[in-house]
Each structure stands twice: as C-alpha cells, then as structure tokens.
C-alpha cells in the first residue's frame, strides 16, 4: 500500500525567500508518480507539478521545484521567491491504483 | 473556459436527511471522483468513476451513494446513514482513470462545504 507523509503542520517563510516543504513516501511500486498540490482558503485544488519516478532530472515548474531523492523516498517542494499569494495548504500525493493518496497537507504563511 | 463546476458552495443538512451535490465536468474527462476533507487532514476517496454507468468505492464509501449516467456528471448523495457529514467535499477529474494510463493529474472543482444543522 502507498503512503504519504508530511512532517510539518506549518511553515512560515519571509517573502522573496525560498522555503522547502517535506514530503517523504512508501510505496512498493518499481513506477510511481508523485504530485503537489495548493489549496487556498477558497477550497479548490491547483495542481502544481509532477514527478515520475523514472524521470531523471528533478521537475520544474516556474517558482516551483522538486527536490526528488529516490533512494530516501522523498519529494520535496521547493518554491522559490516566496510571495504573499503563496499563502496556502500545500498537498503531495502519490498515485495509487487507480486513485490519488493524499498527505495531511502543510500549511504556508508568507510574512510580508 | 473548461473546468469542473461543484454546486452549491455551501450546503445544510437535518437529522435524517439526504442530501445531494452537483458536480459537472466539461473537460470530456472520462474518470471522475470525489473526496471528503476533514480539519487537519488529507483528502479521502468516496467513490471513483472510469467510464458512464460505472463506479466504484473509494476508502469511505459508507453513507454514500453516487451516479454516473451521463459522461459530464457525478453526483454525490449524502444518505442520512453517513453519521458524520460535516466536511468539505472536492470532485475531481482525470482524462483516464489514474494509473491506468500515464500520469495526468486530477482537475478539482471548488468544493461543497456540508454542514449538520
């Protein structure tokens, strides 16, 4: 069975700083996907990037960057630059069979 | 603009009650879904849908019932014997049902908020 852990409930970064959200994984797979999501106070879900287990470079997306470390199981989120509109619970996830599970999600609050 | 449209936004429920959620896609996704989110939690599968006329349980499914009979549309019944409906509730959709082909992510409507009254 696939599992997700995210470590730290709440994290706090000063804007225009960088800041590393945790997310470590299990899963029995040899092939996985691994996703990060941002969900604002207003409730929907905004896919922000992705990683294949087999891809062999780390993904970008803009600001945002995975940390990917295969052998540690680990899919950190990396934004760069942090804005006052990055405030938000952020989500990883890993694909499952046939459905998405979700860790318990990290909330982020940019200090101006 | 295509997206996933969730009705209504907020919604109360009494004792004994059922109640039903809208979710409408016009993506032409064929998989669609719906999760439950608690305070201080992850979200939770109820149901999935690969194709029309067929869906499956997620990890909660009890008290719970669902539909597909058009490709657009997956509502959400919250029978009266879902004890604990308090929670916000996300639809989602993917092109292909996950894991079945490629890594698409999921396309998430706005959420219902339910209430107990």
């Known amino acids: 069975a696939q599992k997700i852990t995210q470590t730290q409930p709440g994290m706090f970064v000063q804007e225009k700083e960088a800041v590393t959200l945790d997310c470590t994984y299990d899963t029995s797979d040899p092939s996985y996907g691994l996703f990060w999501y941002k969900q604002p106070s207003s409730g929907e879900m905004i896919f922000l990037i992705y990683q294949g287990s087999y891809d062999q470079q780390n993904a970008t997306e803009g600001r945002y960057s995975l940390n990917f470390q295969k052998a540690r199981k680990s899919a950190n989120l990396v934004i760069s630059a942090s804005q006052l509109g990055d405030s938000a619970m952020y989500f990883c996830?890993?694909?499952?069979?046939?459905?998405?599970?979700f860790g318990t999600g990290t909330r982020l609050k940019v200090l101006a | 603009d295509g997206g996933i449209t969730q009705s209504p936004k907020y919604l109360f429920r009494k004792e004994g009650q059922n109640v039903t959620l809208s979710c409408e896609q016009n993506?032409?996704?064929?998989?669609m879904y719906w999760y439950r989110q608690d305070p201080g939690q992850g979200l939770r599968l109820i149901y999935y849908s690969q194709i029309v006329n067929d869906f499956q349980k997620g990890d909660i499914a009890e008290g719970y019932s669902v539909s597909r009979e058009k490709k657009e549309s997956f509502p959400l019944t919250v029978t009266s014997a879902q004890k604990n409906p308090t929670a916000f509730y996300l639809c989602a959709s993917s092109m292909f049902l996950v894991g079945t082909g490629g890594n698409q992510p999921q396309h998430f409507g706005d959420g219902t908020r339910l209430s107990i009254l």
């Open positions: 996830a890993i694909l499952g069979t046939y459905k998405y599970i």
């Open positions: 993506l032409n996704h064929d998989a």
